[in-house]
């Protein structure tokens, strides 16, 4: 049944169709913008992340990338191991990339250099590369990554970090959250959380290929930490310190992720 005469008063014109539907469509609009304006209002005003640690990003988003942090975290706490690879597949020569506090013009002596650790009441503790090299020596073969886009297979040898604190009697300092590690000039630096400086694939490096790095590598000693990108495997380590605060991290400071995890 087709209601071709019941064409009445309640039916509506075509123009009152289409400025009805003006109106609705206005009205979803000002409501949707309302809102988002009302949330980008909230982010805006929302306190930024504590500064020097992600460049002032606020906390809100800082906190979907807390949440990536805590999938690693649990996808790490299962001692995942990193991909390695035989020693005929490393790069002979190894790709040097950046150099802040390591630049060739600075003068640096690798013969007089210590390991400062910092530890409680301002107490620095001193360690040569000679007592470093007396630990047991760990190699490790990766595909190293950096953020910038490219990746190299190379051949690393140090002391596991988690050998290093058993045999230093750090074991407490290692119950904080945090690994800070600096360059001797201070220009470079970066923040770990301390599983993933536990990780038993995280090395304090004095070799590549089989050799005593060179300087451009970061002699005497450099942080390999395959479970991280590039960026924080900082190279000549001056001063090691603890804390549960984020430590100051050079690249988090210009925008990127604290944890940086691959
Ligand atoms: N001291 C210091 N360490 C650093 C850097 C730097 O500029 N200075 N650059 C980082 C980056 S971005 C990468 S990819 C690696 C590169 O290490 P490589 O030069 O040994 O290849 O070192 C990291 N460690
Ligand atoms: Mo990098």
Not at 159 to 175: C, E, G, N, R
Not at 210 to 219: C, M, Q, S, V
């Amino acid at each position: 049944m087709s209601a071709p005469n019941k064409k009445d008063k309640k039916e509506l014109t075509i123009e009152q169709k289409i400025n009805r539907r003006n109106f609705i469509s206005f009205a979803t609009f000002a409501v949707l913008a309302g809102g988002a304006f009302e949330g980008w209002r909230w982010l805006y005003k929302s306190p930024p992340e504590v500064r020097g640690v992600t460049a002032g990003a606020k906390k809100p988003l800082r906190k979907a990338l807390n949440k990536t942090e805590l999938i690693f975290r649990r996808f790490f706490s299962d001692n995942h191991l990193v991909k390695t690879y035989p020693k005929e597949m490393a790069a002979k020569y190894v790709r040097v990339n950046s150099d802040i506090g390591v630049e060739a013009k600075k003068k640096f002596d690798p013969s007089t250099w210590k390991l400062q650790v910092i530890k409680k009441g301002g107490e620095v503790l001193q360690i040569s590369l000679q007592e470093l090299m007396a630990l047991p020596k760990t190699e490790i073969i990766y595909d190293f990554k950096c953020v910038e886009g490219w990746d190299q297979i190379s051949h690393w040898g140090g002391v596991k970090f988690s050998d290093f604190i058993k045999h230093f009697k750090l074991d407490d300092y290692a119950k904080m959250d945090y690994v800070g590690m600096e360059t001797p000039d201070k220009t470079y630096y970066v923040g770990i959380d301390t599983p993933s400086a536990m990780h038993p694939q995280t090395l304090l490096a004095y070799e590549v290929n089989e050799k005593l790095l060179p300087l451009e590598h970061g002699a005497p000693l450099r942080l390999i930490i395959p479970v991280k990108y590039g960026i924080k495997n900082l190279k000549r380590i001056g001063t090691l310190s603890f804390s549960n605060n984020r430590p100051r991290d050079y690249w988090a400071e210009q925008g990127y992720d604290y944890y940086s995890g691959l």
